[in-house]
């Protein structure tokens, strides 16, 4: 079965200082991972795709299959960077996803 | 361009009954998905609907039905709503073609069942 977990239910760092937030799956075919935000009083949007390979707002995520693991990290938190965190995986080109529990971010000035 | 949008923002219904929500997709966009996200939980897949079919569907009994129109549009509806079934719905639209483009989401139609 697939399933997401996101160990942390909320991280706290300061401003300034790296931030890693964990997520691991399990999934047995190849798997297409997502990343999406929600910033407060926000509706639920894609922050980043494995399969592009691309960095948003600073952030960056490295699909590791042999670990399962799909960590979104960012070398400087921001303020703003505060937001609940959702790992997901699709199971179907970027559809039908199964989401983690979400980790809230919490950027301390 | 026009968003997701979903009606109504809230709403309280009794155990027993049966509810409705609506969901206007995002121009452009031909597939809609229903998720189900309660309280302190990540949104949990319902089903999705292309081509005004079902084309995929979560772990959530036969009681939650849906529907899409021709427009896109699409409805969800829940009915011997139980208590667990209180939550946060929403609903996302994408286009079929734009694979891993992820969606579009709503802001979601909070449902209290009491």
């Known amino acids: 079965a697939q399933r997401v977990t996101q160990p942390e239910k909320l991280l706290s760092v300061f401003k300034g200082a790296p931030v890693e937030l964990k997520c691991n799956y399990s999934y047995s075919g190849s798997p297409e991972l997502f990343w999406y935000v929600q910033y407060s009083r926000q509706r639920l949007q894609l922050l980043l795709r494995?399969?592009s390979r691309e960095s948003i707002k600073g952030f960056t995520a490295d699909l590791n299959k042999g670990e399962t693991s799909f960590h979104l990290k960012k070398p400087f938190a921001q303020e703003e960077d505060s937001a609940m965190y959702y790992c997901a995986l699709s199971r179907d080109y970027g559809q039908n996803f199964v989401f983690g529990p979400g980790t809230r971010l919490s950027v301390l000035p | 361009e026009t968003g997701v949008t979903q009606s109504p923002t809230h709403l309280i219904k009794t155990r027993g009954q049966q509810v409705t929500l609506r969901c206007s997709s995002q121009?452009?966009?031909?597939?809609v998905s229903w998720y189900q996200q309660a309280l302190g939980q990540g949104p949990q897949f319902i089903f999705q609907?292309?081509?005004?079919?079902?084309?995929g569907r979560g772990n959530f009994p036969p009681r939650f039905s849906g529907l899409q129109f021709p427009n896109y549009s699409s409805e969800l509806n829940v009915n011997a709503l139980e208590l667990d079934d209180s939550a946060l719905y929403l609903c996302?639209?994408?286009?079929?073609?734009?694979?891993?483009?992820?969606?579009?989401f709503g802001s979601g139609t909070r449902l209290t069942v009491v």
């Open positions: 609907y292309y081509r005004e079919e079902e084309n």
């Open positions: 494995h399969i």
């Open positions: 121009s452009g966009h031909n597939t």
């Open positions: 996302a639209s994408s286009h079929a073609r734009s694979y891993n483009y992820g969606y579009t």
